[in-house]
């Protein structure tokens, strides 16, 4: 049986995987989105129960590549003011939208609601042929091509295609068949993550307070709920995860104070065990790796997605100029080009993240008075201050055409 042709196969239907294929649309790419979980399924692993607070750069990501609206149709919560405090110290920071001229820092949203509004907008606009449930077994690349070998519930299929995109996550299996390594470091950490009540709601507010066992999150939904993201030391997890919803109130509300009031009605507990996963080149024969196969990262400062959007606006952007002067997309100039403009958000937002852990989780006394000196600094240094919003919102550097609210190509 001959096999079946693509121009490119992404390896993960996932927020990242699904976001490419819908960007690639405008390029005319014949593509295949390989995806292991039924999207419709309670146990997809991507478009699970969490909260995701979207940076502005994101949003118009997911605008350009026409899923927004669909999303913000079944609400977004803005995010107008943000608390950063440590917790049993005096160091705090406010961030507010206004002082930035923007309507908001950024947008909290379930992940199912992107997933699942990432793959209607796939079917509607026919942007790739999805092969779901289906789990790819084996890449093979030579120079020509790649042969990828997919398990369909049972039956096999062969793809040959010229380019294949590796995001299938974090614990990616298919990084080692095209030879990408990857390091891997444990942070020791689980994030708890489920919904309370408040009694004294804080419309538009986030906190992001940072405690001696990780920081503790809360972000605002819709009404009075609050999602919150507790990291807690794996080994107290179990603990946090099996105590009574008495005794989990108690302790979250010791953890995080009385900003919003007594916390109640906490809903179904769930965990994330968190690791840094880093690959040194992204680049392979006829193979790409981004997101989290690329870069899972702690979500302290809700970068993870964010950060992968920014590939996924990269890499569209780099594979249709290569295409508008035909030049074979598969070919290791053009992957370089995409790994050479990536490099810097990639390595800066991870080194970012990690320094933040290690600070925080410092209780030296020279660095606790320093870290607390530097957020209390931060609310009369404006320029340090938007340098560092930019930063998180997606805003700095060399703007992929997406975030510039641009097509594609000229
Ligand atoms: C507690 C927590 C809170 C977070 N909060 C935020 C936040 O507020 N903001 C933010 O920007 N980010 C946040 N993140 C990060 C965000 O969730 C991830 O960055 C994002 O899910 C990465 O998407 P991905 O598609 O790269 O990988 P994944 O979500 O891991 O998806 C990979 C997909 O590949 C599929 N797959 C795997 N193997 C195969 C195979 N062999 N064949 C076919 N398919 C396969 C899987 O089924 C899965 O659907 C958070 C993460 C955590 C853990």
Sequence with gaps: MADTQYDIVIVGGGLIGASLACALKSTGLAIALVEAVSFRSGTQPSYDEKMLSLAPASCRILDGIGAWRAIKSHGVTPIEHIYVSDRGNWGKTRLSASEFGIPALGYVVSAR?????????????????????????????????????????GSAVRIRCRLVILADGGTSTTRGMVGIEASAKDYGQTAILCTV????????????????????????????????????????????LCCSAEEFLERLQVRFGDWLGQLT???????????????????????????????????????????????????????????????????????NNYRDRRRHDIRNTTRFTDALIRIFANERPHMVVGRNIVLNALNHLPD????????????NGNLPRLIRGLSLID
């Design 384 to 395: 340090a201050k938007s340098a560092l919003m930019k930063r998180a919102m997606g805003l």
């Design 113 to 153: 609601v992107v997933g699942l509004s990432l793959v209607r907008r796939i079917a509607d606009t026919h942007a790739a042929e999805l092969y779901c449930p289906a789990k790819v077994t084996a890449v093979e690349t030579d120079t020509d091509g790649v042969s990828v070998s997919v398990d369909t519930e």
């Design 265 to 335: 009605s906490p809903s179904r507990r769930r965990p994330y065990a968190l690791k840094l996963i880093q690959v040194k080149h992204p680049v392979g024969r006829r193979a790409l790796v981004i997101g989290n196969a690329a870069h899972t990262i702690h979500p302290v400062a809700a970068q993870g997605f964010n950060l992968g959007l920014r590939d996924v606006a990269v890499l569209a952007e780099v594979l249709a100029t290569h295409l508008k002067h035909d030049r074979d997309i598969g070919r290791k100039e053009v992957l």
């Design 197 to 240: 009540t408040s009694a004294s709601p804080r419309p538009g507010t986030a906190f992001e307070r940072f405690t001696s066992t990780g920081p503790l999150a809360m972000l605002p939904t819709t009404g009075d709920r609050y999602a919150v993201v507790w990291t807690a030391k794996t080994d107290d997890v179990e603990r946090i």
